[in-house]
Nanobody
Framework: QVRLVESGGGLVQPGGSLRLSCAAS????????MGWYLQAPGKQRELVAS???????NYAGSVKGRFTISGDNAKTTVYLQMNAVKPEDTAVYYC?????????????WGQGTQVTVSS
């Protein structure tokens, strides 16, 4: 009943920029937080950045100063502006949302979008 749709992944050169988007739709009563995880081959999924409905943000140390997370006024879309990307940023990026649907709080995931940083 809840769907997260991601867009914006692709191939980018080191030092370049990329913008990811994720939109939540369906039976969404309220969003508590949204954000992004990444998963590199053979590694565990790890948090990249998150933003609460109140606008509080949190970043992994490896992306601070390079990535910026933001949301729209409706609080159902989140963006990740990735600047000065590095080869180690290469991973599948998954959008998540902590939200209320049909009176129940839950964590929802997008399908993932590949980001490849390479020259």
């Amino acid at each position: 009943q809840v769907r997260l749709v991601e867009s914006g992944g692709g191939l980018v050169q080191p030092g370049g920029s990329l913008r990811l988007s994720c939109a939540a739709s369906g039976r969404v009563s309220g969003v508590v937080a949204m954000g992004w995880y990444l998963q590199a081959p053979g590694k565990q999924r790890e948090l990249v950045a998150s933003i609460t409905s109140g606008g509080n943000t949190n970043y992994a140390g490896s992306v601070k100063g390079r990535f910026t997370i933001s949301g729209d006024n409706a609080k159902t879309t989140v963006y990740l502006q990735m600047n000065a990307v590095k080869p180690e940023d290469t991973a599948v990026y998954y959008c998540f949302a902590d939200l209320v649907s049909d009176w129940l709080m839950g964590k929802y995931w997008g399908q993932g979008t590949q980001v490849t940083v390479s020259s």
